[in-house]
């Protein structure tokens, strides 16, 4: 199992464009999540998704837009990219939930740089 | 969402001594975990401790539930065990983890 994979893992975007960030696993996880990492803030959640069809936002969901439309891919969408989305991004799976005995797997990570 | 806090926000350890990073919550929890973040940027699970004790090695995690706490203990750290350890959580019903700000742990040989 490849477990989650992101892609790409650098990017550099100007002020105003759009892109997706890829996120997938193979161990058939119902939750997905994506996540922010910015200097001495932790983790920051932006949105998440409890099955296919469904997501819902998380702490920092402006700018941002997701689908799920098959179990396996979670996309990020970026609409008009800001300086201020300039942030180490994590896409993160859970097998059955945050409510039951199953830990959550993050991905390497996307860097993400905004000019 | 619960709010997080992680103490100390740094640590510095000589190769070989023990450490406790702590972790408090604003309510009650009903998923905890702990990561490491190594210096190479990937998160990695440690424990999965809503309650309880759990060991792995030279780790193990504490959560006393009532009281709104997790404890990690490192024993006899390696320079591999240097990073940002992350705690984070959720309540009942709550499908948003959420984490607090790290803290960062130096080993030196």
């Known amino acids: 199992n490849a477990g989650v994979t992101q892609t790409p893992k650098f990017q550099v975007l100007k002020t105003g464009q759009s892109m997706t960030l890829q996120c997938a696993q193979d161990?058939?996880?119902?939750?997905m999540s994506w996540y922010r990492q910015d200097p001495g803030m932790g983790l920051r959640l932006i949105h998440y998704?409890?099955?296919?069809?469904?997501?819902d936002q998380g702490e920092v969901p402006n700018g941002y837009n997701v689908s799920r439309s098959t179990t396996e891919d979670f996309p990020l969408r970026l609409l008009s990219a800001a300086p201020s989305q300039t942030s180490v991004y994590f896409c993160?799976?859970?097998?059955?939930?945050?409510?039951?005995?199953?830990?959550?797997?993050f991905g390497n990570g996307t860097r993400l740089t905004v000019t | 969402g619960i709010q997080v806090e992680q103490s100390p926000p740094d640590l510095i350890l000589q190769e070989g001594a023990n450490s406790t990073l702590r972790c408090n919550f604003s309510?009650?929890?009903?998923?905890l975990q702990w990561f490491h973040q190594n210096p190479w940027g990937q998160l990695i699970n440690l424990f999965y401790i809503p309650s309880g004790t759990k060991q792995n090695g030279r780790l193990s995690a504490t959560t006393v539930a009532t009281e709104r706490y997790s404890l990690l203990y490192i024993s006899s750290s390696q320079t591999t065990d240097s990073g940002v350890y992350f705690c984070a959580g959720s309540s009942r019903n709550d499908y948003k983890l959420s984490f607090g700000a790290g803290t960062t742990v130096t080993v030196r040989a």
């Open positions: 993160a799976s859970s097998g059955q939930g945050l409510q039951y005995n199953s830990p959550l797997h």
């Open positions: 309510d009650s929890v009903n998923n």
């Open positions: 161990m058939n996880h119902e939750y």
């Open positions: 998704s409890v099955g296919a069809g469904i997501t």
